[in-house]
């Protein structure tokens, strides 16, 4: 039985991150990743020779001296091939047909709204004074010891819609505001204003997509991580955590093919999924495991993605976002499991050979809730049957059709066609009920959804999206929180703070 410092279970972002921040503090780390590859949302397969991206797609705030530039620094990840989206249209929202740009910089950004809607200039401004005031406050949010505490702040306890309905009298702003924030589940009456503020922020900032793949990001952290003596453990499957009067001791792999001994034990899967593993053991109270466990997840996303025939297709060095109808706040309400689809994020991938000025792969992504694909659960992959297969074909076609009102060249210059479900993404990265965003979070209830990285077992803590904020953002943070209590927050806030 090999013994570590820190057992890590799951090598997503969060993981790989933890991994390596602890083993750069001088301790001997071991992650067990269920899957063949690492990654979780990062991993990128190949089809015809081209990255397409399993859940990665574009992130903020990497221009020098923002967040995630120092973030990203820290972990040397600055010299992928990033590709900085269009200063002065970084993305596109389309909402009934009327398209509006949004750049990048607060002050463009500011104009470009102004311009659209001249007589809401008042609110506007206070909008973009909000979302700087919370951006540049994330430096002091990243310290360890103040996670806690951003919890209980004022923000977070206020909803994000009631606050733009409050300063805005144009529900057409409210909706083209919120217009590129797919990126999260717009919730009229649980969205946290600090959620909506922080990840707008950070996008209006700067936005940045990568040429081949997301897996880079992955693979740099694994090379850190194994430089500095941590060890990374593929196809292994924690299928329980073994310990005693809430203190954890080891972990069993793959049913008890072997047992990994630490000191202190990590978790970078799903809350809901890290209960599930001491169910057994009885080292966490039921009533404990029940809350967990009854905490609503964010919708999924079904993902289209197309590889186009050569030439075809221009690259758009921005992101579109296409909606059907307006009132985006109460998008997932209206997510009925049929196969329609009147929303969608188009995401361009850059070439990264022959003429740059075309693309040879779009991924369409669409809002679905789990429950059009919950009846598949626990049926293997390719092995579902012609009803799945037929969702999956019809959703397709539907999301093509979508595309193309604002692509028309897009249907003939189609080669193949691949396609995720929520489904897909459970399969492949563990997340439950394939959410897009992990865990809801209800500012109507913040001490039930907001989750720290403690848990009832000493020395077992969490770590990814579902405790702070998602995406790569909220991820990058929370690795930081986590691993605070290992490390000590003086030493991790001197990194973040240079």
Known sequence: MEKFDVVIIGAGLGGLQCGFILADHGMRVCILEQDALIGGCLQTYRRAGLPLDTGFHYIGGLDEGQVLHKIFGYYNLLDLPWVRLDDDCADVVIIKGKRYCIPQGYDKYAA???SYFPSQAAGIDEWVNMMKQVGEGIFHSLEPRSAESVFSQSLFARGAYEYLNSIISDPLLVDV?????????LHADKLPLYT???INSSFVQSAYRIKGGGMQIAERLRKGIEEKGGVIKRNARVTQILGAEGHATSVEVNGGEYLVEADKFVSDIHPAATMSLMEESGLVRKIYRKRIYGLQNTFGMFTTS???KENTVKYQNNNIYIYRNNDLWHLGDNLVPDKRVDS????????DKGDVSFTRNIDILTPMNWSMVERWFGTKVACRGDEYEDLKRVVAENSIDLAAECLPELKDAISDVYTSSPLTYTDYTATAQGSAYGIQKDFNNLMFTLLTPRTPVDNLLLTGQSLNLHGILGTSMTSFFTCAELV?????TTILMK
Do not use: C, H, N, Y
Request: proline share 6%.
């Open 344 to 351: 969608a994020l188009i995401s361009f991938v850059p070439a």
């Open 196 to 198: 909506f503020a922080q």
């Open 306 to 308: 197309l590889i186009l």
């Open 112 to 114: 470009a709204l102004k």
């Open 177 to 185: 505001i919120s217009g590129p924030a797919l990126k999260m589940e």
């Open 488 to 492: 000590g927050t003086d030493r991790l």
